[in-house]
C-alpha cells in the first residue's frame, strides 16, 4: 500500500510471524513483516529496528524499519502516531536525494516503514573509509543538502541530520532518511529565548528543560538520539542551541545542525568541545566553536559559510538551506574559479541574472569538455587502425575472412555505441540530473577508459593478423568488458586505492589486464602468460591485494584455458585470498565460483566444489549491488549446473540451468541467447535420455555461434563435439565420428597440432571407434590424446591417456604391451596427484594381469579400484569396475566368494543397462559371463 501526502492512512493489519521466545529487536531470517521476508537485521536506532527484506509481490529488496514497543499504551499510540507521520513526511517527498516511503503498516502490534533499500551503507561509513578530498566531501553533502531543502519546501524540518541519517545507493547518491523524527517540547516567545541563554554558565544547565538535565544526569552520550516520546528530539553531538533550550525549531536548525557535521566532516575535529552531554551543551550555547590546526585545502569562502551557519542566533543564519547551498555548490565553486563573483552597485543589480545563467553555462561546458572526449577516443583505439587491421585480415587469403572482418567491425561499432552511452549516462548523472557526486563520475569515466584499452589492444592485434586470430576475431569482438560493470560506484570503490599516486599506478595495471586479457581471447597463450606473471608481480609490489587478485585471476584463467589446471587452482585460490585481503568481495566470489568450476569438473572432487560453492555465496551476501549480485549468481548457476551433471546429479543440474536461463534473459533480454547455458542443459537432458530436447537445443546453439562466432570458432566447434555425444548416446557412432571429426578440425586449425585443447575430442573419437570396433583407427586417436597431454602439467588426463591407450591394445590381445602402458600410468600417479582417473588404471591393469593368467595378483588392485570408486563416479567407469573385480574374483577368490561375482556382475549389468545404447556391446559381453559362470 501507498502513503497519501494529504492524510496519514489507517495502517492495515498485517499477518506477520514471530518465532517463540524471538524478540521484534532480533528477527531470524524468513520471518514475515507484514508481507515482507526478512533476510537480514541491519541495525538499531533511538526510535527502532532496521531490517533488511524481501517483497514477494514486486519482486525487490526493501528496508523495513520496525517501531520499538513503547511501555505504556499512551506511549505506545503516540508512538505509533510519531511513525505514521514519519512515513507519511518523507512519502510526499519525491527527490533523488530523499529516501523512497513504499509501504506503512502494522506488525506485532508495531508500525513499521517499508522504503527503498540503499545498498552503499551510510555517510558515516563513506567517511570512515577515509581519503577524501575537501571537494568530495563537500559535494556529497551538497546534495544531502538538496534532499533537506526539499523537506523544507514541503514544510517539514528534519531535526536530526547526522551522517547515520544520511544512506547512500549503488550509485553512491546520498539519501537523507528519518524525517519527522522530532517535536519541540514547548515553545516559548523570542523573550524567553533570549533570556534562556542570557545566564550565566554556571547557571545554564540548571536551566534547560527538564529532559536535558535529565539526559545529563544519566550521562547520555553525545552521538545517542534522544527519541523518547515526550521528549526533545535529536542528536547531542550535533544539536542547535534552541534545541537544547527547548525552543521552537524551523529550518535553520537543520542548517546549524548540517554545518556542525559538515564543519566536522571537513576538519576531522569535534565542532563543539565536550566529552560529556554537560559540556557540550555548554559549549554549543557559548558559542565555543573548535578552530582546526588545518584548514586542509578547504577555501576560505566555505570556513566563513560555515561559520555563518553555526551562529548561535537562528536569525544571523541563513535564512534558508538553499541560501547556503547556493554558497558551496559546484556552480558556486567553478564561477570563483573563473573570477566571475558579483559585481558591485547598480551594474550588479542590472546584470544579475545574466550573471547567474552566464556562471551555469560556463560550468556545464567545462563539465562537457571532460565527457565530451568520445570522437577523439575512438578514433585512436579504433578508427585511425580499423584500415590497416582489415587489409592485414584479408590478406590472410582465408576464404571466409571478408565475413569475419565484417562480423568484426560491426561488433566493434556496436560496442563502440554501447560504451559511449554508459560514459554519457555517467556524465548526466553528475552534471544534468545532480544525482551522482564528481568523484563517483571520475571512478566511472576511469573504468570505461580502462574498457575502452580492451578495443586497442584488439586493433594493435588485427593490425599484424594471421590465421589464428582471424579464427578467433568475431567471438573477441563481442567479449569485450561490459560497460554496465562501470556503474558501480560500492565496486569502484573496491578497486582502487583513494591516495592519487596509488590509484594511477593500479589504474595502470587493470588497462594492461584488460590488454592481456584480450591476447588470451586471441589464442595469444605463451605470450599472454608471460605477461600475466609480470602483472602478477607489479600488483603484489604496489601492495595492493585488490589488484593483486585481478592480475591472478586473469593467470588462472590462462592456465585453464592452457589445460595446467593444477596451476589455475593454485592461481585461483591466491586471488580470492587477496580479494578476501583487500575487500573486494565480488573478486572473490569469482575465484571461488573458478575454483568450485574447476575441482569439480577437473578433479571431480565435489565435496571441496561444494566448499568453494558456499564461499562463492558468503561472498555474495556482502554485495550491494543487486544488479552485481544477480550477473555473478547466474555465472553461479551456470557453474553448479556443469558440476552437477558431472557427479550425476542431473535433477539438480537441469534446476540450476533453468534458473541460469530465466536469470541471463531477465538481465539481458532474449537478443544474444546464452549459448553456454543452452549447451549445458542440453547435456542434462542427453544424460537423462531426453534426445528429442536435447537434440533442440544444441542445434540452436550451434545457430548461435555460428552467427556470432563464425563456423570455424573453437565455440562453434564445441557445439559440434556436444552433438557428436548426443548422435552416441543413441548408438549413431557414423554421425558421432562425423560431428566430433568436424570439431577436431577447428580445433586442430586453432590451437595446433599437439595442443591439449585437442584432447578431449581425440579421446571421444578414440571410444566412438572402440564401440564400433574399430580398433586400429581407435589406437591412432588414442595415441594422439596422449601426446597432446603427455608433456603437460594435468596428471589426471596423463593417467587417462594411458588407460586408454591400454584399453585399445587389451582389446587387440596384446596384454604385455596394454600391462605396460597401464603400469607407467599407475608409476605417474605415484608421482602426482591423478585421483580422479586412478581407480579406473587400477581395474585396467588387473585385467590385464587377469588375461596374462595372474588373476592373483590383479585380485589385489581390483579390490583397490573397488574401495577407491567414489559415490558419485561415471556410471560407465563404476560398472566396468564392478565388472573387472567379478571376474577376477571368479578365478582368484575361493568358491565362497563367487556368490559375491555374481552380485558384482549383476551390479555392472545394472549400470551398463541404465546406459543405454552407449554400453550395448559391454552389456551383452556381461551378459554372456553371467550366462556361462552360474
Not at 31 to 37: D, E, P, S, V
Not at 368 to 379: G, K, T
Not at 489 to 506: G, Y
Request: charged share 25%; with cysteine; hydrophobic share 40%.
Amino acid at each position: 500500500m501507498s502513503t497519501s501526502a494529504s492524510a496519514p492512512p489507517a495502517p492495515p493489519v498485517a499477518t506477520s510471524t514471530l518465532p517463540i521466545g524471538t524478540s521484534t529487536n532480533e528477527l531470524p531470517k524468513g520471518a514475515t513483516i507484514g508481507r515482507y521476508l526478512v533476510v537480514k537485521r541491519l541495525g538499531a536506532g533511538g526510535m527502532g529496528v532496521v531490517y533488511a527484506a524481501y517483497d514477494p509481490e514486486l519482486n525487490r529488496k526493501v528496508a523495513i524499519k520496525l517501531l520499538h514497543a513503547a511501555s505504556g499504551r499512551a506511549a505506545d499510540s503516540e508512538g505509533r502516531v510519531r511513525l505514521q507521520r514519519e512515513a507519511q513526511a518523507m512519502a510526499r517527498l519525491s527527490h533523488p536525494n530523499v529516501i523512497a516511503v513504499y509501504d506503512v503498516g502494522t506488525a506485532f502490534e508495531q508500525v513499521f516503514v517499508a522504503m527503498e533499500f540503499a545498498e552503499g551503507g551510510t555517510l558515516t561509513d563513506w567517511l570512515e573509509r577515509g581519503g577524501h578530498g575537501w571537494e568530495a566531501i563537500l559535494e556529497m553533502f551538497y546534495q544531502a543538502g538538496c534532499g533537506l531543502q526539499a523537506a523544507h519546501a514541503a514544510g517539514l524540518v528534519h531535526r536530526d541530520f547526522k551522517p547515520d541519517n544520511c544512506l547512500l545507493g549503488s550509485d553512491m547518491r546520498p539519501r537523507v532518511v528519518d524525517f519527522g523524527l522530532a517535536r519541540e517540547f514547548k515553545q516559548e516567545s523570542a523573550s524567553q529565548a533570549k533570556a534562556a541563554g542570557a545566564g550565566k554558565s554556571g547557571d545554564r544547565l540548571a536551566e534547560l528543560p527538564a529532559e536535558i538535565r535529565q539526559a545529563i544526569a544519566n550521562s547520555q552520550t553525545l552521538s545517542s538520539p534522544m527519541t523518547q516520546a515526550g521528549a526533545i528530539m535529536g542528536t547531542p553531538r550535533y544539536m542547535a542551541p534552541e534545541q537544547f533550550n527547548g525552543q521552537t525549531t524551523d529550518a535553520r536548525t537543520d542548517v546549524f545542525t548540517f554545518c556542525v557535521v559538515l564543519y566536522e566532516s571537513l576538519y576531522g575535529i569535534q565542532a563543539f568541545p565536550g566529552n560529556s552531554l554537560g559540556e557540550l551543551a555548554l559549549s554549543v550555547l557559548e558559542g565555543k566553536l573548535q578552530q582546526p590546526s588545518d584548514r586542509k585545502g578547504v577555501p576560505s569562502f566555505i570556513h566563513k559559510a560555515l561559520l555563518r551557519g553555526l551562529s548561535l542566533d537562528p536569525a544571523a543564519r541563513f535564512p534558508s538551506m538553499q541560501a547556503l547551498l547556493d554558497i558551496i555548490s559546484p556552480e558556486a565553486r567553478r564561477k570563483r574559479r573563473l573570477g566571475i563573483y558579483g559585481v558591485i552597485g547598480g551594474i550588479g543589480l542590472l546584470l544579475a541574472a545574466t550573471r547567474v545563467v552566464s556562471a551555469q553555462q560556463l560550468y556545464l561546458a567545462n563539465a562537457n569538455r571532460s565527457c565530451a572526449r568520445s570522437d577523439a577516443l575512438f578514433d585512436k583505439v579504433w578508427g585511425s587502425v580499423k584500415a590497416q587491421a582489415a587489409q592485414a585480415m584479408l590478406a590472410t587469403k582465408v576464404p571466409y575472412a571478408k565475413d569475419v572482418w565484417v562480423r568484426v567491425d560491426n561488433n566493434v561499432d556496436k560496442y563502440l555505441k554501447e560504451w559511449e552511452q554508459a560514459r554519457q549516462d555517467a556524465c548526466d548523472a553528475t552534471f544534468a540530473k545532480r544525482k551522482q557526486p564528481r568523484v563517483h563520475l571520475n571512478l566511472r569515466l576511469s573504468c570505461l577508459e580502462n574498457q575502452l584499452q580492451e578495443v586497442a589492444a584488439f586493433a594493435e592485434l588485427l593490425r599484424s593478423a594471421d590465421e589464428e586470430i582471424l579464427d578467433r576475431a568475431a567471438d573477441a569482438s563481442s567479449d569485450f568488458s561490459l560497460p554496465s560493470v562501470c556503474e558501480d560506484a560500492i565496486v569502484l570503490n573496491s578497486q582502487v586505492p583513494e591516495e592519487p599516486q596509488a590509484r594511477k599506478r593500479v589504474e595502470n595495471l587493470y588497462r594492461e589486464i584488460g590488454a592481456v586479457r584480450v591476447m588470451t581471447r586471441m589464442g595469444r597463450f605463451s605470450q599472454a602468460r608471460e605477461r600475466a606473471q609480470g602483472l602478477v608481480k607489479q600488483a603484489e609490489g604496489a601492495s595492493y591485494p585488490p589488484a593483486t587478485s585481478r592480475a591472478l585471476a586473469l593467470l588462472g584463467n590462462i592456465d585453464a584455458n592452457a589445460a595446467d589446471f593444477p596451476s589455475a587452482e593454485r592461481s585461483f585460490f591466491s586471488a580470492a585470498v587477496a580479494a578476501i585481503e583487500g575487500g573486494d568481495h565480488r573478486a572473490a566470489a569469482h575465484a571461488y565460483m573458478e575454483l568450485m568450476r574447476l575441482v569439480g569438473r577437473q578433479f571431480q572432487q565435489y565435496e571441496l566444489a561444494d566448499r568453494y560453492h558456499r564461499l562463492a555465496l558468503a561472498e555474495f551476501s556482502h554485495l550491494r549491488s543487486g544488479r552485481i549480485r544477480d550477473q555473478l549468481e547466474g555465472n553461479l548457476l551456470y557453474y553448479a549446473c556443469q558440476v552437477d551433471t558431472a557427479r550425476g546429479e542431473l535433477a539438480r543440474a537441469e534446476k540450476a540451468c533453468q534458473q541460469g536461463l530465466k536469470m541471463h534473459e531477465r538481465l539481458y533480454g532474449t537478443e544474444r541467447p546464452p549459448h553456454w547455458l543452452l549447451s549445458s542443459l542440453a547435456n542434462v537432458y542427453r544424460r537423462q535420455g531426453r534426445y528429442d530436447e536435447a537434440f533442440t537445443l544444441l542445434r540452436q546453439t550451434l545457430n548461435v555461434l555460428e552467427k556470432s562466432s563464425g563456423p570455424e570458432h573453437p565455440r562453434t566447434a564445441s557445439a559440434l563435439a556436444s552433438l557428436g555425444n548426443l548422435f552416441a548416446a543413441q548408438g549413431k557412432y557414423p554421425e558421432a565420428v562425423d560431428y566430433t571429426q568436424r570439431a577436431l578440425a577447428i580445433y586442430r586449425k586453432t590451437f595446433g597440432e599437439n595442443s591439449p585443447r585437442l584432447y578431449e575430442s581425440q579421446t571421444l573419437l578414440a571410444r566412438w571407434a572402440i564401440k564400433q570396433g574399430q580398433l586400429e583407427p581407435a589406437l591412432a586417436f588414442a595415441r594422439q590424446a596422449f601426446e597432446a597431454v603427455r608433456s603437460g602439467k594435468d596428471a589426471a588426463r596423463q593417467a587417462e591417456s594411458h588407460r586408454l591407450v591400454g584399453e585399445v591394445l587389451y582389446r587387440q590381445g596384446r596384454y604385455d604391451d596394454a600391462r605396460t602402458m597401464h603400469q607407467a600410468g599407475l608409476d605417474l600417479c605415484d608421482k602426482k596427484r591423478c585421483d580422479p582417473s586412478l581407480p579406473a588404471l587400477l581395474a585396467a591393469t588387473a585385467d590385464d594381469l587377469r588375461e596374462l593368467g595372474r588373476a592373483k595378483e590383479a585380485l589385489p588392485l581390483a579390490e583397490q579400484a573397488e574401495r577407491l570408486l567414489p559415490s558419485t563416479a561415471d556410471r560407465e567407469v563404476a560398472a566396468n569396475i564392478h565388472f573387472t573385480l567379478a571376474r577376477t574374483l571368479w578365478l582368484a577368490g575361493k568358491k565362497p566368494e563367487r556368490a559375491r561375482a555374481r552380485s558384482l556382475a549383476e551390479q555392472a549389468r545394472k549400470g551398463y543397462r541404465d546406459i543405454g545404447k552407449l554400453a550395448k556391446s559391454e552389456l551383452s559381453e556381461v551378459d554372456a559371463w553371467l550366462a556361462k559362470n552360474r
